[in-house]
């Protein structure tokens, strides 16, 4: 089984970001990596779980937005609020979906259920 590792979107409103043509603002982005979460929590400016935090994080997993010819933290902080807000909806959405339930067994009574992660690079 292969999985996607890159995942399209359409901004909501999509102001302020150049477009190659037309009025849609649309992008790329990919899945989360552990490098990310871990070069995050190495700068000490940024605490986690904060607006800062979800910026910076999405700078590096966004590959492409409209005509932008780079995706850093300015470019993030200038979204819309109702983009910034789909894009973090979106990038939770898309990592969930591939490590959100796993199998596990208790080693005393053998009983199998799911577990469920509840914090975006928990894994």
Do not use: W
């Not at 490098?35 to 779980?49: A, G």
């Amino acid at each position: 089984m292969k999985i996607r590792t890159e995942f399209r979107f359409t901004l909501p409103k999509g102001t302020g970001i150049k477009t190659e043509g037309g009025h849609k603002v649309s992008g790329t982005m990919r899945l989360v990596k552990v490098k990310d979460i871990v070069s995050i929590e190495r700068d000490s400016s940024v605490q986690k779980n904060t607006g800062a935090f979800y910026v910076v994080l999405l700078s590096k997993v966004i590959e492409s937005l409209g005509a932008e010819k780079s995706i850093n933290r300015n470019t993030i902080e200038k979204l819309n609020p109702v983009d910034f807000a789909f894009l973090v909806d979106f990038m939770h959405e898309i990592n969930h979906q591939i490590i959100k339930k796993i199998p596990l067994k208790c080693p005393n009574c053998q009983t199998e259920y799911y577990g469920e992660f509840e914090q975006l690079g928990e894994a």
